[in-house]
């Protein structure tokens, strides 16, 4: 019985292989690119030009730069939607967002920082690591990408982010 199905599994293989072949032929000639319309004829579209949103700021996904290189761009991003990386300490009312951390617990900041205004999102700022001694139970830090609008000298002169989204992207 065993060598019926040998046999019939041998019969049916340059079968198979000569449908497969059929098959990808078929498929080959499908996918050839037609030469009847010239090359400069735009896609049809199904809404008017005017329709189209367009983008102002850039994307979300827009990469990130470290709070050195915003501030060393001075001027140039002054008023425009930036996305930042950095290190971010809060004791729940105090912000700080810096380029260096200092090796002390809890962590501090060093360096150069950005004064942060508006709201952080609570579920964002839960995400943070949090010390487990009761003396620094308000504390919270992680290195983070802060998006929003930078101004180069608004705070008493020292540059600032208007944040409008946050992200944990690793712990201290």
């Known amino acids: 019985m065993s060598t019926s199905l040998v046999r019939r599994g041998r019969r049916s293989a340059p079968a198979a292989l000569l449908l497969v072949g059929a098959i990808l032929a078929a498929c080959s000639s499908a996918a050839a690119p037609s030469t009847s319309a010239p090359a400069s004829t735009p896609p049809a579209s199904s809404a008017p030009a005017s329709d189209v949103p367009v983008a102002t700021d850039p994307p979300a996904t827009a ?26 300490i809060t004791d729940g009312t105090n912000h700080q967002f ?75």
Do not use: H
């Open 63 to 88: 990469p990130a730069v470290d709070i050195d290189t915003l501030i060393a761009s001075g001027a140039a991003n002054d008023g425009k939607p930036v996305t930042v990386k950095g290190f971010f």
């Open 98 to 172: 810096c380029a260096i951390v200092l090796e002390s617990y809890p962590p501090q900041c060093g360096g150069t920082a950005i004064v942060i205004n508006g709201a952080l999102p609570a579920a964002t700022m839960a995400l943070l690591e949090r010390p487990s001694e009761p003396g620094f139970a308000k504390v919270a830090w992680g290195s983070v990408e802060l998006r929003g609008t930078y101004r180069a000298a608004a705070d008493g002169g020292k540059p600032s982010l208007d944040v409008t989204e946050m992200a944990v992207t690793g712990p201290g």
